[in-house]
Structures are given as C-alpha cells and as structure tokens.
C-alpha cells in the first residue's frame, strides 16, 4: 500500500489513539520523571489547572503539562485538531465522555474512566470520538497530566452546561507558562511534582 494514498491516510487514522497506534506506544513509554518536565510542572492555586507549554513546533504538535488542583475540573470541552493523548504524570485523573444526542439538544455522558499515574495508560480523544471533561478526583492531592495535541490548535469549544447543548462558548488557549518561564505569573507559581 503507497504511504501517501487514501486508504494508507485512513488506516493510519483508524489507528489513532489505539494500542497499535505508533504515537501512543511511544507516549506510553516516556519517561516522566525528567528533570525538563519537572520544571514545566507550575500551578497556580487560585486555578482550576493550568496549562504549561514543554514543547512545540506550531504546526504539527503541541506537548503540553497540566497541573490539577484537588477537586478541581475543566470544562466540558472539545478538540479542534486530529486529537488529543493524554498521561496521568502524577495523582490521578478522572475523564467524562460525552455525546451529542442531537433529538435533546444535550450532551449525555457516555463513560467515566479513572487514569492514575502507575499504569502508563493513554487516553485518547477526538470530536469524532465526542467531548470530555477532566477533573482531579482528590480533595487534598494534586494531578499532572500530560497532553499532546497533533496539530496544535488556539481555540476550542466549551460547555458549562451538559443539559443545553446549543449553549456553547469559544475560549482561546492560554498557557501558564511556556518552557520553564512563568512570565508574569512568578510569584504564584508553585512547582507540582
């Protein structure tokens, strides 16, 4: 099969996120406790989570660490790009899925996983797959989780409300820190793992 046809392109996209998937096989793999991904690992207590950018090349990916405050969630969210992996680097996480029941106009849940930082576990979502949310299920531990986003991307949708579907609201991305840097923020960073 020619690497470049259509029916190569869908297999390789049929795969994405799968166990036989090449790029969550390596994911899977990483080592998380490199001193680099440390340094990236800075929160902000008044926060839900924040977003903390460790790599990019602003066309083909994104790599980013996100530091969960207890009890502490994202919003129902979606993913404008070809998908998102993600690895529980600390803590535990837990993920909500959610579809679109078009006749209702809400976005009813279709599972609820738990991820923790043992099992090396990728998650793997698209908007063909649905929606998610992420929380930290913890009341006094925090979480980190890693994300790689292929292609980046600079807005995605949100819902605050799973009841009223046609409610939703853009967001631009907005990252914490970028490489270690915490810009403006220095002074209410704290460091996760």
């Not at 099969?1 to 090449?22: H, L, Y």
């Not at 994104?62 to 803590?91: A, E, F, M, Y």
């Not at 991305?173 to 220095?186: I, K, Q, R, T």
Request: aromatic residues 8%; hydrophobic residues 30%; charged residues 30%.
């Amino acid at each position: 099969m020619e690497r470049g046809s259509m029916q190569g392109r869908m297999q390789v996209a049929d795969q994405r996120g799968s166990k036989d998937d090449p790029v969550t096989q390596l994911f899977s793999r990483l080592d998380l406790d490199q001193p680099e991904l440390k340094q990236c690992a800075l929160s902000e207590p008044n926060k839900n989570y924040t977003r903390n950018l460790v790599a990019t090349d602003d066309e083909t990916y994104t790599l980013l660490l996100l530091c969960w405050n207890p009890g502490k969630q994202s919003p129902i969210h979606d993913h404008p790009c070809d998908g998102c992996r993600v690895r529980v680097c600390k803590g535990k996480v837990k993920e909500t899925r959610y579809e679109m029941n078009k006749e209702k106009n809400t976005l009813e849940v279709s599972s609820v996983d738990l991820y923790e930082e043992d099992n090396k576990e990728v998650s793997f979502i698209d908007d063909y797959m649905g929606y998610h949310k992420v929380e930290n299920p913890s009341a006094n531990v925090p979480a980190v989780t890693l994300h790689l986003y292929t292609p980046p991307f600079q807005k995605c949708k949100i819902w605050l409300d799973a009841s009223d579907a046609s409610r939703t609201s853009k967001v631009c991305m907005c990252n914490y820190s970028e490489y270690g840097d915490s810009h403006a923020c220095d002074r209410f960073a704290v460091n996760m793992i």
